[in-house]
């Protein structure tokens, strides 16, 4: 049978689930606070053009106000300082945003501690189960902190949320054929990432390497550990340095 009539089968059988990973688009969907001087992002926010109305007798819409940064989003290269000339969102290979998807469970470690830092040992650990990291493959890094989505002050946390470390990070961008690092966080840097050195070293070494980030990714346990497939949709924003994106991914059940 054709790849694509088998897939349609298996989707509607069932042996095929779509999991959808992104958290919903709300006012109140948790965005990321930068202390002062810094520039920060607002609120989504859905502004009304007409619902039924003298505006527009039959139909409803509105536009939308939204941070590049916003939700469930994808970091290009361009975000940060290191891949400053590298792609910005529009630029990225639609090929790349079909790819399959590993998930390194911390749950149980971020959920005894906030600040839990993902380091070489602990990945090297997951290797020996599972395998080398595959190459093109998200890395998807679990804390269970989508748990606390719902909920901007529990989310932030003041500013303890799990990472990585300055030095996995490294290793993880430069050594490692990965696509890129989806997290469940606000942002795919630690908490306390902006004491770190250097500073934010998930964007400074993955984006810096042409790799890319997910973030704000929701039921990552409803995922096998290796097999998942991501199809991930950034909208084409010409010059963008990110966008809010629908993440789904493909599960063999
Ligand atoms: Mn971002």
Redesign the pocket.
Known sequence: MPVLQDLLAALGSGRIEVVDLTSPLTAETPILRLPEPFANTTPFRLLELSRYDERGPAWYWNDIHTGE?TGT?F?APV?WVTGRDGEDVSQVAPGKLVAPAVVLDFAEAAGADPDFLLEIEHVRAWEDEHGPLPEGAWLLYRTGWDARGGDQEEFLNDGHSPGVSAECARWLAEEKPILGLGVETV?TDAGAAPGFEPAFPCHSYFLGAGKY?L?QLRNLAALPVTGAVLVTTPLPIVGGS?SPARVLALVER
């Open positions: 940064h989003h970091d975000h942002g980030g973030t990110g």
